[in-house]
């Protein structure tokens, strides 16, 4: 269904940008100094910190693995994250965000490596502005890595989407909210293995190839920034 909101005029979208253009993204890891491992993202607007905790003893008890570690993430939105303040504590919809997040970092970290424990990552969304899974999912993975937690790649995420009849990269939030279609991916970049995929609205299958196409390239664009960011902490290490 055609949005009564024009988003994009002339080619340029509703935030001055080209059909296939990332929002600015500024990544940074190390950025706590109690966990073991952080990060934080300021991807357009969002503004999200992540911390990673073990591994450590299981708790409950019962809940132990003899063969491997067990992974918890946990997304939250700050209620000062969004114009409306959010009601503390967990929804509906952060649990569900959480699930699909750890289920996405379960296939990359070495979890068999740690028999016994858990690893926990905590992802603070401080300012919502669309994509806030996509960048949560970015920075967990960036303060995994920080935390010295072996795993097979990072995992890089992105959006595309639907906005006027015209597909396009990474939604800012007026077209999340007044576009066609929303279609976050999360992806492992060594083999492109998708760990995350949803999609919020209806594309054909020529715009969905499409839509994925364009994601793919924009997760791996992150990629690379998600290296850098790595890089600029431990090239400045005393050796």
């Known amino acids: 269904m055609e949005t009564e909101k024009k988003l994009i005029v ?10 296939d253009e990332l929002r600015d993204i500024k990544m940074k890891v190390g950025v706590l100094k109690n966990p073991v491992g952080s990060a934080s993202i300021e991807w357009g607007k969002n503004k999200v910190i992540a911390g990673v905790y073990g591994p450590r003893e299981v708790i409950p008890k019962f809940e132990e693995d003899s063969t491997k570690a067990i992974l918890k993430c946990e997304y939250n939105m700050a209620p000062f994250s969004v114009e409306d303040r959010k009601r503390p504590g967990p929804d509906r919809r952060s649990v ?15 979890l068999e490596e740690f028999p016994n424990t858990q690893i926990n990552v905590y992802i603070e969304i401080l300012r919502a502005d669309a994509g806030t899974r996509i960048a949560g999912i ?5 303060a995994l890595a920080d935390a010295g937690v072996p795993m097979k790649d990072l995992v890089a995420g992105c959006t595309s989407g639907k906005v006027n009849g015209e597909i396009v990269l990474d939604l800012c939030k007026e077209e999340d909210n007044y576009g066609d279609c929303d279609l976050p991916v999360a992806i492992i970049p060594k083999n492109k293995e998708i760990v995350l995929l949803q999609m ?11 839509a994925f196409d364009l994601v793919v390239d924009g997760a791996m664009n992150v990629y690379e920034m998600q290296k850098k960011a790595l890089y600029e902490k431990y090239k400045n290490k005393d050796v």
């Open 138 to 142: 970015t920075a967990a993975s960036l």
């Open 10 to 19: 002339d080619g340029v979208r509703v935030d001055g940008r080209k059909w």
């Open 200 to 210: 919020d609205g209806i594309l054909t299958k020529e715009e969905f190839n499409k």
């Open 96 to 110: 569900e965000i959480s699930k699909v997040i750890t289920e996405a970092l379960s296939s990359v970290v070495l």
